[in-house]
């Protein structure tokens, strides 16, 4: 479009160019005409030709009185004629080209309009997707913050140690592991060869063996572990190798430290974020040996990852 505006233009200022040569043409041939007359006029009225034209132009009708159809026309009258002629065609096509140039500038208004219109309508759009961006952002940021905070609130405990509870007493030297049927070796809690408790509780159930003494009885209050409690939960329904929550601890310290090892690599002034007194991660090795606990907390890692940065970055 600004290209059409500019062909305009330079064909406009042509046009004048060429009009503004034809009058100055004109004008120059007048005073021309006007030099080479050698002898005045003889007719008297010849001296005041121009007043007479300018009267006849107010008065056609006087002119005709003055000069009948059938008399001769003087030629100096002639002559001032066709140069009165000639200017008037120039002035007249001026006016047409004025005129021209106004509608023409009227035309490039709108479309200018137009066109501020057209940007004031998208910053408009930009504008709401920007503002609905940000509050996804922080909705993201209430809802990753409410994470932690659910996180830091869940108990926990610290992880069993699997190898480590061997059999001190002379008689407990002959007691079984609930699990791998060792004899003597360690506690059923510290049974390695089966560390998870959602392996460990199918096999006691499918045995249809007691939860809170790993062993056959009648599951009231005749059960030999009845008043005992949980050594990691405290509770009194079930056997310290059944709780879940040796292993939910390993989850949450894990999912704890991947995000903490998150907010460090997009914010590493601020350092890691730690509930205080936060336990050391999984236990070496304990993920491989559970299946879908590892591809769980890599989801988790990954999610934990992508807020961060877009919070961050907010």
């Known amino acids: 479009m600004m290209e059409t505006d500019q062909q305009d233009t330079r064909e406009f200022q042509n046009q004048m160019r060429t009009a503004m040569a034809k009058l100055q043409s004109s004008l120059d041939g007048a005073l021309v005409n006007l030099e080479r007359r050698e002898a005045p006029p003889a007719n008297p009225r010849e001296d005041n030709a121009m007043e007479d034209l300018e009267e006849a132009e107010r008065a056609p009708g006087q002119a005709d009185r003055t000069f009948p159809r059938n008399s001769p026309v003087p030629e100096g009258m002639a002559m001032h004629d066709q140069e009165r002629g ?123 063996k007691c939860i809170e003494c790993l062993e056959l009885c009648r599951r009231d209050k005749s059960c030999k572990k009845y008043y005992e409690h949980c050594y990691h939960c405290g509770k009194y329904d079930h056997h310290s190798a059944l709780c879940e929550l040796p292993d939910k601890s390993d989850e949450i310290n894990w999912q ?54 877009d919070i961050v970055n907010l």
Request: aromatic content about 6%; glycine content about 6%; overall charge negative.
């Open 86 to 208: 000639a200017i008037q065609e120039n002035v007249e096509y001026l006016e047409e080209l004025e005129e021209e140039e106004g509608e023409v500038g009227e035309e490039e208004e709108v479309p200018q309009e137009v066109e501020q219109e057209r940007i004031r309508q998208q910053n408009a759009i930009a504008r709401q997707e920007i503002e609905g961006d940000i509050r996804q952002l922080q909705q993201a940021r209430t809802n990753f913050l409410q994470i932690i905070d659910k996180l830091r609130r869940l108990p926990t405990c610290p992880p069993r140690r699997l190898g480590y509870g061997a059999v001190r007493s002379d008689t407990e030297r002959f007691m079984l592991c609930a699990f791998c049927r060792a004899s003597g070796k360690h506690y059923s809690d510290s049974c390695d060869e089966f560390p998870s408790v959602y392996v460990r509780r199918p096999m006691i159930e499918d045995r249809g």
């Open 256 to 309: 704890q430290s991947a995000i903490g090892t998150c907010e460090a690599r997009t914010c590493p002034n601020n350092g890691p974020h730690q509930s205080a007194g936060a336990r050391p991660s999984m236990t070496p090795g304990l993920e491989e040996r559970r299946p879908g606990v590892s591809r769980r907390n890599r989801d988790f890692a990954i999610y934990v990852d992508i807020l961060v940065f």
